[in-house]
């Protein structure tokens, strides 16, 4: 029922910028904490970006002023702007939604951003 589809990863060099975007179905979008996760290789699944129902934010310290987190409502669809990324920022990043009766996670597929030269 629960449907995240992420989209917009890919290769970039260091100091660029990459948007990521994820759909999201089989929720009321409006109601849900969204977030972005991360996960590099060898390594555990981290918070990247949180968004509330009401527009809070909230940022990993490693990202908190190059990241931008928002979302649209009326698309049911959660953003991820990156800019100046860093080798580091390489992972596969997820699509989060948080809510719901139980407020489980749903989770989507994931989509590859690799940052390299």
């Known amino acids: 029922q629960v449907h995240l589809v992420e989209s917009g990863g890919g290769l970039v060099q260091p100091g660029g910028s990459l948007k990521l975007s994820c759909a999201a179905s089989?929720?009321?979008?409006?109601?849900?904490?969204m977030g972005w996760y991360r996960q590099a290789p060898g390594k555990q699944r981290e918070m990247v970006a949180t968004?509330?129902?009401?527009?809070?934010?909230n940022y990993a310290d490693s990202v908190k002023g190059r990241f931008a987190i928002s979302r649209d409502n009326a698309k049911n669809t959660v953003y991820l702007q990156m800019d100046s990324l860093k080798p580091e920022d390489t992972g596969v990043y997820y699509c989060?939604?948080?809510?719901?009766?139980?407020?489980?996670?749903?989770w989507g597929q994931g989509t590859q951003v690799t940052v390299s030269s």
């Open positions: 968004i509330t129902s009401g527009g809070g934010t």
């Open positions: 989060n939604a948080r809510g719901g009766l139980f407020s489980e996670n749903n």
């Open positions: 089989g929720i009321i979008f409006s109601r849900y904490t």
